[in-house]
């Protein structure tokens, strides 16, 4: 069967890293799950990824950790060949403010490690992406304290500007998956 989109949620595999602000990507991705009612379930290219039936797009998770997804991304794509275009990559971003969306069709990783080995696998920077802002209001950590950062979980006070991120960042990936990148771009990005 042939797949025809692919929302790829990227995080890090285990219950340590669940609640954790890299994992914002897994979390669209269950959201979708909930609304389309799909396990994510099936273990294939070292992903749990569930859907695709009943025109349906498929979801995964990349079981991979963040730095390795693009061995992930590729398996799948070979797999059901598919197009780089019809793949979304859902991923936090420490350089836009906690909350806001960006959408983009292409371009380069900014410095995101799970964005960089998905563009190296797949040999194209031509891959569309929704970035989710995870910024505190005191500006974006750097260096050292970036990987501690990126790996704590929300505060209190930051949950519910997430829940809202979360429930429209799906909404961007049901627009991209029915109208196409430029719809989601139009709609979401400000």
Not at 7 to 27: C, D, I, K, Q
Not at 75 to 95: K, M, S
Not at 122 to 132: E, G, S, Y
Request: charged share 25%.
């Amino acid at each position: 069967m042939r797949l025809t989109r692919l929302v790829l949620g990227l995080g890090n595999p285990g219950a340590e890293y669940r609640e954790t602000r890299h994992n914002v990507g897994f979390r669209v991705v269950e959201e979708l799950a909930r609304r389309w009612a799909i396990s994510i379930d099936h273990l294939e290219c070292n992903s749990l990824v569930g859907g695709g039936v009943d025109g349906r797009p498929w979801l995964a998770r990349p079981q991979t950790y963040m730095n390795r997804s693009g061995y992930a991304a590729r398996c799948l794509l070979e797999r059901h060949e598919l197009d780089p275009a019809e793949i979304l990559v859902v991923y936090d971003e420490v350089n836009l403010p906690l909350g806001r969306l960006r959408l983009r069709r292409s371009g380069s990783p900014a410095g995101h490690r799970g964005l960089e080995s998905i563009l190296e696998n797949l040999r194209t920077d031509q891959v569309p992406r929704l970035r989710l802002g995870i910024a505190p209001e005191t500006g974006s950590p750097a260096g050292e304290e970036l990987p501690d950062f990126v790996l704590s979980p929300f505060t209190a006070d930051e949950q519910e500007t997430v829940a809202a991120m979360v429930n429209r960042a799906a909404d961007a990936c049901e627009v991209w998956v029915s109208e196409g990148v430029e719809a989601a771009m139009n709609r979401f990005n400000g």
